[in-house]
């Protein structure tokens, strides 16, 4: 019953979208542009993420996972539950793809209450500095705290050399870590100086913890392990 309701989801999008070509282009060009209220944005392919101009090749990856096999569950913000196959994450448009037969469809992230695939969570996060919505992944979430983590791609041109003609254009993969606390959104480098900040009066414990657990300041998972730590140290001096 699931797929069949992302069939019909799919149908309506596409009729949608036959109708003009330019929303199509607008769709893939821009993931914040939505185009309708349904569950997925067709992909129309062709375009180079960055001007009108004709597609380009591209080396390298836009997409997270290594290949096309994921399944995901996503739940909408109305706390439907939607499984979803042949599924990846677009780093580019900062939301979910997944194949359908000979087309490509991005899940749309308006709908979005959260994505779950291989472990990991997303969720649609805003950035108020820049005011551009994206899927980011959870490392900690709580009611007083949380860090996420941004998946994202950049297109670098390809230089022109008189010799060889011209390179193609490169993918080049990025993260950045966000951190939301006391109504706060700002980066989060994680290193042990930033970590550390966030101990405030529970620093002496915290890195006593962290040293006999050996844990890293750099990797996801002890990250996780430090707030985890953290707010239940919260949580008994309330």
Same mark, same amino acid.
């Given at each position: 019953?699931?797929?069949?309701?992302?069939?019909?989801?799919?149908?309506?999008?596409?009729?949608?979208?036959?109708?003009?070509?330019?929303?199509?282009?607008?769709?893939?060009?821009?993931?914040?542009?939505?185009?309708?209220?349904?569950?997925?944005?067709?992909?129309?392919?062709?375009?180079?993420?960055?001007?009108?101009?004709?597609?380009?090749?591209?080396?390298?990856?836009?997409?997270?996972?290594?290949?096309?096999?994921?399944?995901?569950?996503?739940?909408?913000?109305?706390?439907?539950?939607?499984?979803?196959?042949?599924?990846?994450?677009?780093?580019?448009?900062?939301?979910?793809?997944?194949?359908?037969?000979?087309?490509?469809? =991005?899940?749309?992230?308006?709908? !979005?209450?959260? /994505?779950?695939? $291989?472990? %990991?969570?997303? &969720?649609?996060?805003?950035?108020?500095?820049?005011?551009?919505?994206?899927?980011?992944?959870?490392?900690?979430?709580?009611?007083?705290?949380?860090?996420?983590?941004?998946?994202?791609?950049?297109?670098?041109?390809?230089?022109?050399?008189?010799?060889?003609?011209?390179?193609?254009?490169?993918?080049?993969?990025?993260?950045?870590?966000?951190?939301?606390?006391?109504?706060?959104?700002?980066?989060?480098?994680?290193?042990?100086?930033?970590?550390?900040?966030?101990?405030? =009066?529970?620093?002496?414990?915290? !890195?006593?913890? /962290?040293?006999? $657990?050996? %844990?890293?300041? &750099?990797?996801?998972?002890?990250?996780?392990?430090?707030?985890?730590?953290?707010?239940?140290?919260?949580?008994?001096?309330?």
């Amino acid at each position: 019953m699931k797929y069949f309701l992302i069939s019909v989801l799919l149908i309506n999008s596409l009729t949608a979208i036959c109708q003009s070509e330019d929303v199509t282009f607008m769709s893939s060009l821009n993931s914040n542009q939505a185009i309708d209220g349904s569950l997925v944005n067709f992909d129309g392919g062709n375009y180079s993420g960055r001007t009108f101009k004709a597609a380009t090749k591209i080396e390298g990856d836009k997409f997270l996972f290594d290949n096309w096999f994921s399944s995901a569950r996503v739940i909408t913000q109305n706390k439907q539950v939607i499984d979803v196959r042949n599924v990846n994450f677009d780093m580019e448009r900062g939301t979910f793809s997944f194949k359908e037969g000979e087309y490509l469809l =991005d899940v749309n992230q308006f709908v !979005v209450g959260s /994505v779950s695939v $291989n472990d %990991l969570t997303f &969720k649609r996060t805003l950035n108020p500095q820049d005011n551009i919505s994206r899927l980011m992944e959870v490392i900690y979430e709580s009611d007083d705290i949380s860090l996420l983590k941004d998946h994202n791609v950049r297109i670098r041109e390809g230089k022109f050399d008189i010799q060889v003609g011209q390179e193609p254009d490169e993918y080049v993969s990025s993260i950045n870590y966000y951190l939301i606390s006391d109504g706060e959104f700002k980066k989060f480098k994680p290193k042990k100086s930033s970590v550390l900040a966030i101990f405030n =009066d529970y620093e002496d414990i915290m !890195v006593q913890y /962290v040293k006999d $657990n050996k %844990l890293s300041y &750099k990797e996801d998972s002890d990250l996780k392990k430090m707030f985890i730590k953290l707010s239940s140290l919260r949580s008994s001096a309330n």
